[in-house]
């Protein structure tokens, strides 16, 4: 059977094996009789075995106990000699970390862990393995990239960029880090952010910023100078500090528009520019009315014309007054023709030293009125002192010749003075604006006159048609059917006090000669003007000065032959002005001011009514009658009524002239017949 088989060996050559221990390239030789043998014992024909060298290695060495890596653990972990040779072969002569046996235990009871990716902006992890986990001194995770991050950034190189500041040429280094942070927010990294180099960022920390007054004149505000503007402006080679206004003023300023505002004379169509810094200072001394200007055409014909001497009025006089070259561009703008009626100095101060005095009639010896103006004409030559009364008089003039009496038609001729004080005002220098000649013309023949005397609230609207007294002359027609007509003159000026409705009286009222007068200067007396700095504030109520001006205001009413009425006006709410102010704090310290001013102001007027028995007409009580939300309703703003506001004001009082029985009676037959 030998022979038949031959020898087993040969199916087993002799070849060489490497050594089992990774890292060692020697191999040993194996024959084919011993691969047999390895074969009939069960095992591989080729088996792990050292090489000769590594294994006299093994064999010098011994096992070691290692400290355990997790931090905290006093237990030991085997070091085989195996494993030291592997690390020996791989250059390595310490111990490797290691975990001892309990913690390998409790190993394998955990589990890898997704991280989140430490670039901001990115939302997906890296693993965190189970083994770094236990080995972790503080149980902290690192702080990594996942792989699609590490990607980008390998494919990354730092960049130098322009610094951001004006004028600066130098660079400040924008790393690959940064630049994958600005992609995962969205950027583009051909658009670098804007920063400083480092030496404009060494300069800029030692600056500050600055606080400096604002530009415009009257403002107290200041604005900031930044430090960043400051380094800019150095950069540039600017040293001073540039001109700005404040923050509230370039507000106020921004939101702003050039007005064209009408011109000063009554019947020019031409206007003036009120620009927007002209705005911002009135809006800084809190003046909310426009002033009365010229247009820049009245502005050139003034600048021709000359003063002229006219001759006086009064008869026999050969003096002359000067017709200033103002009042004459005053008087064509309103379409006046030829010279105005005026008296000299001269005859003014006759006037003004003489009175009237009463003669005793020689025939029947009644008083002869001698007035001040037949004086005068008397020492011009044009006038003889009066020798009998009216009455004896005219039983002369009876018996002499017979006269055939004419009948004319009744009305009442206005004359509107030249001059007065109200001229040094340049508030109520000019008429009223609602007060046009149309309506003079239509007081001259109304039936019933009614002057309505104020402020911004008897004004009431800027379209004179809207306004309540022009309402309130239509709903008088109505009543008075055919007795005839009415007028009501809209005598308003905004901000208007009683101490110049006192002044421009004999201008506005004297001369209608008023079957009924309507006065209220409430608001203009209790006006509080809000300045440009909080608690900068200008008051118009003086309460001792007030007194006075309301007693004399009254008795000139008194002197009136029709009937007055005052009347407390609609209520206000100055908590809702905001006014452009960024100081909330102030505005309502304001507003309080302006309520209780007010109120005060409403108490006196109501006291000197009561004690010259003049009637007051209580129309805030109506307003506020369905409580203060139905009241802002009828209100354009914090203190005027809007148009519906005023359609109910004109209502009340017409339903007052009715009910006091305030319109004139209807002409009897009798007395048409004497006329």
């Not at 235990?105 to 589990?111: P, Q």
């Not at 010749?401 to 109520?428: F, L, N, Q, T, Y």
């Not at 009340?652 to 002409?667: K, Q, S, T, V």
Request: hydrophobic letters at 30%; one cysteine or more.
């Amino acid at each position: 059977m030998a022979r038949a088989f031959g020898n087993l060996g040969d199916l087993f050559p002799e070849t060489h094996i490497h050594c089992r221990v990774k890292g060692c390239d020697n191999a040993w030789p194996i024959s084919g009789e011993e691969a047999m043998k390895n074969v009939a014992r069960g095992q591989g024909a080729r088996p792990d075995r050292m090489c000769d060298e590594c294994y006299t290695k093994f064999l010098a060495s011994q096992d070691q106990q290692v400290p355990c890596s997790k931090s905290g653990c006093e237990n030991t972990w085997l070091w085989n000699r195996f494993q030291q040779l592997e690390s020996a072969l791989r250059g390595h002569t310490s111990p490797p970390r290691g975990l001892c046996p309990s913690c390998q235990t409790e190993l394998s009871k955990t589990t890898d862990k997704e991280m989140p990716c430490r670039m901001r902006g990115c939302k997906k992890t890296w693993t965190w393995p189970r083994k770094q986990q236990m080995m972790s001194e503080d149980n902290a995770p690192p702080r990594r990239l996942c792989e699609e991050c590490y990607s980008k950034l390998r494919g990354l190189e730092d960049r130098q960029v322009p610094c951001r500041m004006k004028g600066c040429e130098n660079t400040w280094p924008w790393n690959r880090y940064q630049q994958l942070e600005n992609e995962l927010a969205g950027h583009s990294l051909d658009t670098p952010p804007l920063r400083m180099c480092d030496d404009c960022f060494r300069k800029l920390r030692e600056l500050h910023d600055t606080e400096l007054v604002c530009r415009v004149k009257g403002c107290e505000r200041n604005w900031v100078y930044s430090k960043y503007e400051q380094l800019e402006r150095a950069l540039a080679g600017e040293e001073k500090a540039p001109e700005r206004m404040c923050k509230e003023c370039y507000t106020f300023f921004r939101q702003t528009e050039d007005r064209g505002i009408p011109c000063r004379h009554r019947g020019c169509g031409g206007t003036w520019t009120a620009t927007r810094m002209f705005q911002l200072s009135l809006w800084l001394k809190g003046d909310k009315s426009m002033p009365r200007r010229l247009c820049d055409t009245c502005v050139r014909k003034l600048a021709t014309l000359q003063d002229k001497e006219v001759e006086c009025m009064v008869p026999g006089c050969s003096e002359t007054w000067t017709h200033s070259a103002s009042d004459q561009l005053r008087d064509d703008c309103a379409r006046k023709k030829g010279e105005p009626q005026r008296r000299c100095k001269h005859c003014e101060e006759f006037l003004a030293s003489r009175e009237a005095v009463d003669l005793p009639c020689p025939l029947c010896e009644r008083k002869i009125h001698w007035s001040a103006y037949e004086q005068l004409l008397c020492d011009r030559g044009t006038f003889d002192k009066p020798t009998a009364c009216p009455e004896c008089m005219k039983q002369k003039l009876a018996l002499e010749k017979p006269r055939e009496e004419e009948k004319r038609e009744h009305h009442h001729v206005i004359r509107m003075p030249s001059a007065g004080r109200w001229h040094e005002d340049e508030r109520i220098r000019d008429w009223p604006v609602h007060m046009t000649h149309d309506v003079l013309e239509r007081s001259e023949q109304a039936a019933l006159r009614v002057v309505a005397i104020g402020d911004d609230l008897t004004w009431s609207a800027a379209d004179g048609d809207q306004a309540w007294p022009q309402v309130l002359q239509g709903k008088l027609d109505e009543m008075l059917g055919d007795r005839g007509q009415s007028v009501v003159v809209n005598a308003g000026i905004p901000l208007c006090t009683t101490a110049q409705g006192l002044t421009r009286f004999p201008r506005d009222v004297d001369v209608f000669d008023p079957d009924l007068l309507i006065f209220s200067f409430s608001f203009a007396d209790a006006f509080v003007f809000k300045g440009g700095a909080p608690d900068h504030w200008h008051r118009n109520f003086n309460p001792d000065r007030l007194e006075k001006v309301l007693a004399k205001f009254c008795l000139r009413v008194k002197r009136l032959r029709g009937k007055a009425v005052a009347w407390i006006p609609n209520p206000v709410f100055p908590h809702d002005d905001s006014n452009g102010t960024a100081n909330n704090q102030g505005d309502s310290k304001w507003a309080s001011e302006q309520a209780a001013a007010l109120e005060h102001v409403l108490v006196q007027t109501r006291h000197a009514c009561r004690v010259h028995d003049i009637p007051v007409l209580d129309l805030r009580v109506r307003f506020e009658v369905n409580g203060e939300r139905s009241a802002r309703k009828w209100m354009q703003n914090w203190f005027l009524h809007n148009e519906s506001g005023a359609r109910n004001i004109a209502t009340w009082f017409a339903g007052h002239i009715r009910h006091e029985g305030l319109l004139p009676d209807p002409p009897s037959d009798s007395a048409d017949s004497q006329a």
